[in-house]
């Protein structure tokens, strides 16, 4: 036995880990059972004594983290996650398992929630010594001269005891190899946490000193009631502080005067992803799924993790076979022994997974990474854990509508003419309302104003911290989202803003708050004369109007109030074109586009529609437009067949003729060319792939572009045509290249005509033909002895 456990009658056990350290819980268990201290003491908030007994329920299942946040400012909240391979967790079922008293002795959350955001205790100074902070692993694993502190930690602690002897040389900080004793690890440590602590004093960490002050008070009290042999677990950090000799008198006074805030703390699943420490996590590791592996496989862990990675690749269509893995094993072991490891470790078995499984492809690394190195991995916490009115509502209806929290992001169709459906998006968009985004609206099927809503769900652990903050709203998602949605429309004091928050209440489904929302979106209409603010409103009332069918929602308010705007926009938008430079030009061909859907969305108005037609041909006509928006005009006045092609041909050789300034001749196309709204970028590109007459015209515009000239209206052009697909630009550069056809050349079955610039003269009938009767059978057309005769030729 070493010295801490012979002297357990008259001290404490003091067990220094790392957080989230498989190595060190297995060491805390080992040393737990040997001692069999008649309470523990854990690092962790004192206000989660009462929450302790719950870890005992079979329902709880970590990860997990005690989430303690200010009541009276939810959004100031802390965590203390917990994995199963935490040696925290470990020590806390072991008391539990075996009926000894635990505890949490760690400064209260109510002063670390207050002093968090107060300077005066310790954050501008720790700013400042952010560059002079001590990382103890690093430290130590240079000091052993390792250049990777997770591969020290790995070898010193990680492969001990079941999963492969330490050599002597890898041994703990002091140089006991360790053996069958229990606790020499922690001895080991704790002499090398002195060393450094003697060094660097608090190591850049000044709020340490409070909290190592308060945990020496509670060892003292705790030694008090149940003896000098309790077990402390606690980070190997502050081993030293509570070892050292301290008066009760000094201690508290580095407590006086601690900030207070009022708080609250519960239970909430954590995921293995937020205890990575690329996710921000202080106390967090690189490789949780790997430590978790570590910690749960009962024996040879190498194999069964390459097993599980060639399990991986199998799903993702890989092939991987049994004798990937063999031999991926023999190569992870010998890369161990030439680097002079005790057991392989996550590099040497990443290592052989690239050379023997990916074909030495580092592309399928990013998934082992991402699927099993950190793992999404989602705890679960039982009913009867402490929770905010809001997320008890939150949790019925994820069960009544079978939505379950899941930390792997999954895609999730609805469809609104089913009542499940309708009400699981109303929930979706009543969070988002309330800034809890569990989903995300996806594009694709679920194309705005139909019957189909695509959302992409992943649940991350601080979404807990949202609902909390959710709470001062209301006791249920529905009220809470009324709630929110009101004060946002008496405090919004932009148009776009209200007619924004009118749509998510139709999305939502909060008929309650409309009336509200109604008044503001009146008032804020009839005193905004700007026709720009008027222009982005509109778009969203039209939607809304469309998503109150989909959902069967009264909207003969919203709709009049739609159609005074769209009239407003329609007398003030011509007056508003003129005197615009490029941006604002550019700005307005976007409201141009939201507009004009906007109008053919609306419902019952002929008089707005012909309205808008005479405003897009006024546009059309002024030379004082610019060119941009001319262009577009006379492109929706086309698409929308109120523009003959004879006309429209007409309007682009009057803005490419000679006399028309280079630049705004290829504004004019960019207007006309470009995208249509709510049509892909390569829409105006098939125009010209169609129209022989504009695709000759812009054709010989652009020929005759002076080399002067030609730089300045290149930018232009090369944004208008490089938002087309590939395919679109191949075959409108092979038109080009081809060149005009010979004039009066005929075609079979067609009379001669003259060639357009090129394009064949005229329609080949004959090739034509050939294919009727296959486009028949597509639609469905062609009788039963027509198909078959179809079929028999071949065609």
Known sequence: MTATVRAAATKPLLLGVRHHGPGSARSVRAALDAAKPPAVLIEGPPE?????????????????????????DPARAAFWPLAEFSPEWVALRWALEHGVPVRFIDLPATHSLAMATDPTWGDGDEEEADGVRVDPLAVLAETAGYDDPERWWEDVVEHRGPRGPVAARHGPPGGDDGGTDPVAVFDGLAEAMSALREAYGHGGHRRDLIREAYMRLQLRAERKTYGDGVAVVCGAWHVPALAAKSTVTADRALLKGLPKVKAEITWVPWTHRRLARHTGYGAGIDSPGWYGHLFGAPDRPVERWLTKIAGLLREEDRIVSSAHVIEAVRLAGTLAAMRGRPLAGLTETMDAVRAVMCDGSDVPLDLIRDRLIVGDVLGEVPDSAPAVPLQRDLTRLQRGLRLKPEALERELDLDLRKETDAER???????????????????????????????????????????????VWGTTVLAAATAKAESLAVSATALA????????????????????????????????????????????????????????????????????????????LPPACGGLDADGAAEMRGHLDGVHTAIRLLPEAEEVTARWGTVLRGLADRDTVPGVIRGRAARLLLDDGRLAEEEAARLMGLALSP?????????????????????????????????????GLVDAWLTGVPAEAFTDVLPLLRRTFGAYEPGVRRTLGELVRRGPAAPGTPTAGAAAEPGAPGFGPGLDEERADAVTGLVRLLLGKLGETEQNDLVGAGR
């Open 425 to 471: 998006s109303r929930l979706l968009h009543r969070l988002r309302l309330l800034g809890v985004d569990w989903g995300e609206q996806a594009g694709g099927r679920g194309s705005t104003g139909t019957f189909r809503e695509s959302w992409r769900l992943r649940w991350q652990p601080e979404l807990h911290v949202r609902v909390a903050e959710a709470g």
């Open 497 to 572: 803003d209200v007619t924004a928050l009118a749509e998510r209440c139709l999305l939502a489904g909060l008929p309650d708050a409309l009336p509200v929302v109604m008044k503001a979106l009146a008032d804020r209409a009839a005193l905004d004369a700007d026709v720009g603010h008027l222009a982005q409103a509109l778009p969203a009332l039209a939607r809304s109007l469309r998503y109150g069918d989909v959902r069967a929602t009264d909207t003969a308010a919203l709709g009049e109030v739609a159609t005074g705007l769209a009239l407003r926009v329609c007398v003030g």
């Open 48 to 72: 989660g004594d009462a929450l302790l007994p719950l870890a005992a329920d079979e329902r709880m299942r970590p990860p997990v983290a005690l989430l303690a946040h200010a009541v009276d």
């Open 659 to 695: 006399g028309t300034p280079p630049a705004e001749a290829a504004a004019w196309i960019e207007g006309f060319v470009g995208g249509g709204p709510g049509a892909g970028s390569s829409c105006g590109g098939m125009l010209l792939v169609h129209d022989e007459r504009l695709l």
